[in-house]
C-alpha cells in the first residue's frame, strides 16, 4: 500500500468513525425524547445538530493554546446543559504551563465569571471540573473600566488566575441583569510564553485525533445533559438541588449552585414557583426551555428573569409563573408551546445557602387573583418583547 492509499485510508476511517458515532448517539437520544410530542422531536432534530456543530468546532477548531482568541463558546445557536438566556459565553484554549494575558473593558454584565477549567482527567485525581475563578465581587478594574488578568501557574499581582497541568480552557461568562443596559466586553487573549510564531501544517494524525475527540465528546455529552431531565422526570413540577448532578461538572454553576425541575403543564395551566432569595447571594436567574436542556428563542420568547428584573412579593420572596398563556403579570416565563421543560434557578456566592422553591400547579386564568403580582397590559408586553430583542441585538452584533 502507497502512503496516500494508507494516509486515504486513516481519513476515511476517521470520519466513518465520526459519522457511526454521531448516528449512534442521535438515535439513541432521539428514542429518549421526554415527550411523544412533535415539538420536543423537531427540537430534538435541531439539538442534535446543534451539539454536531458544538463538538466538531469545539475540537477541530481554536485548538492551540499557544495561539489562542476567544470567541463564543454558546448563544443563540449553540445551546446544552441549560445555557443561560441573558448570558454571553467566551471561551479560548489555554494550558497550564505558559502565562496568558487577558486585556478589555468592563462592559455591563451584571454578573461575570472568569474561570479555568480542567480537562476530564482531572476527575481521576479527584480534582473538581472547574479550576481557578475570579467572580464580579473580586475583580479589579480600572476607573476607566479597563481590566487585566493574568492565567499562569506562577503568581502575580492584581487579578490573576492559577492555572495547574490540567487546566485546558479559558472561559469567560457575562450575565446581563437588564435589557436596556447591554455593553458586551472588548477582550482579547495572549499567551506570553510562547514565540508567537504562525503554526506549522496541520497534520493528519492530528486531524484524526481532534474528529474522533469530537466524536467521544458528543457521545459524552448527549447522554449526560438529556439524562439529567430524564431523571428528574419522577418528581416533575418539584426542585432538587443540582449538587452532584451531572451537569455539575459539564457546565454546571461556578461559583454557586442551582436548583432544576421538570415541569409539566397542560395548555390552560400554569405552575407557581415561590421561593425567597438567599442572603447574601451575589446574582441569581431564573431560565425555562426544553427538554433538551436549551433555552428558549431568547430574542422572541420571555425565556429568562434576572435578579434585577423580577418584581419581589413584600415579604422579600419572588413568586416566577411558567404558562403557555400570558397570565397578564410580571415575572411570566414562557411554555413557548411546549407541554414540558426545565426550569432552573441560578444562586451564585450564597455561603452554601441553597433554597429549596415550592410548586403550585394553577389554572392560567387565576394566576393574576391568586398571586396578587402586578398586571402587565398587552401594550406593555408587546413593549418588553421589543426590548427583549434590542437586548439581545446589542449582545449579539456582528
Same mark, same amino acid.
Given at each position: 500500500m502507497s502512503n496516500w492509499e494508507a494516509n486515504l485510508a486513516a481519513a476515511s476511517d476517521a470520519w466513518r468513525r465520526w459519522c457511526a458515532t454521531a448516528e449512534a448517539a442521535g438515535l439513541a437520544a432521539l428514542a429518549n425524547t421526554i415527550t411523544h410530542d412533535d415539538v420536543?422531536?423537531?427540537?430534538?432534530?435541531?439539538h442534535l445538530s446543534r451539539m454536531a456543530r458544538l463538538t466538531l468546532q469545539s475540537s477541530m477548531e481554536n485548538a492551540d493554546p499557544e495561539r489562542p482568541y476567544l470567541w463564543r463558546a454558546l448563544g443563540p445557536d449553540l445551546k446544552?446543559?441549560?445555557?443561560?438566556?441573558?448570558?454571553l459565553y467566551l471561551s479560548a484554549p489555554i494550558n497550564g504551563t505558559d502565562t496568558y494575558r487577558v486585556r478589555g473593558t468592563r462592559g455591563s454584565a451584571r454578573w461575570v465569571s472568569f474561570l479555568s477549567q480542567r480537562r476530564p482527567e482531572c476527575l481521576a485525581e479527584g480534582l473538581p471540573v472547574f479550576g481557578d475563578a475570579i467572580f464580579s465581587p473580586g475583580l479589579h478594574v480600572e476607573p476607566d473600566g479597563a481590566l487585566e488578568i493574568v492565567l499562569s501557574p506562577d503568581e502575580h499581582d492584581g487579578n490573576w488566575i492559577r492555572t495547574d497541568p490540567y487546566c485546558a480552557t479559558f472561559l469567560v461568562?457575562? /450575565?446581563? $441583569?437588564?435589557?436596556?443596559?447591554?455593553?458586551?466586553? +472588548?477582550?482579547?487573549?495572549e499567551n506570553e510564553t510562547s514565540g508567537g510564531a504562525p503554526p506549522g501544517p496541520l497534520a493528519l494524525s492530528d486531524a484524526v485525533g481532534r474528529l474522533d475527540l469530537a466524536g467521544?465528546?458528543?457521545?459524552l455529552l448527549l447522554p449526560a445533559m438529556q439524562g439529567e431531565l430524564i431523571a428528574k422526570g419522577a418528581n416533575k413540577?418539584?426542585?432538587a438541588t443540582d449538587i452532584g448532578d451531572p451537569t455539575s461538572n459539564f457546565g454546571g454553576v461556578p461559583g454557586g449552585n442551582a436548583v432544576t425541575s421538570?415541569?409539566?403543564?397542560?395548555?390552560?395551566?400554569?405552575?407557581?414557583?415561590?421561593?425567597?432569595?438567599?442572603?447574601?447571594c451575589a446574582y441569581w436567574d431564573v431560565q425555562v426551555g426544553n427538554g433538551w436542556y436549551e433555552s428558549w428563542d431568547y430574542r422572541s420568547? /420571555?425565556? $429568562?428573569?434576572?435578579?434585577?428584573?423580577?418584581?419581589? +412579593?413584600g415579604d422579600g420572596s419572588v413568586t416566577l409563573v411558567v404558562a403557555d398563556r400570558d397570565p397578564g403579570t410580571v415575572n411570566w416565563l414562557e411554555a413557548a408551546g411546549h407541554r414540558e421543560g426545565h426550569i432552573a434557578i441560578?444562586?451564585?456566592?450564597?455561603?452554601?445557602?441553597?433554597?429549596?422553591?415550592?410548586?403550585?400547579?394553577?389554572?392560567?386564568?387565576?394566576v393574576a387573583t391568586g398571586t396578587g403580582l402586578p398586571a402587565v397590559s398587552p401594550e406593555a408586553r408587546a413593549e418588553q418583547r421589543r426590548a427583549l430583542r434590542r437586548a439581545f441585538d446589542a449582545r449579539f452584533r456582528p
Open positions: 420536543d422531536l423537531a427540537d430534538g432534530l435541531r446544552m446543559g441549560g445555557d443561560n438566556p441573558s448570558g461568562r457575562q /450575565f446581563f $441583569g437588564t435589557w436596556d443596559d447591554v455593553r458586551p466586553m +472588548d477582550l482579547t487573549i467521544a465528546r458528543l457521545a413540577n418539584s426542585f421538570r415541569w409539566s403543564l397542560d395548555p390552560h395551566e400554569a405552575l407557581l414557583v415561590r421561593v425567597t432569595p438567599p442572603v447574601p420568547r /420571555f425565556s $429568562g428573569i434576572t435578579c434585577e428584573q423580577a418584581h419581589l +412579593d441560578r444562586w451564585q456566592l450564597t455561603e452554601g445557602n441553597l433554597p429549596i422553591p415550592a410548586c403550585t400547579v394553577v389554572d392560567v386564568d387565576d
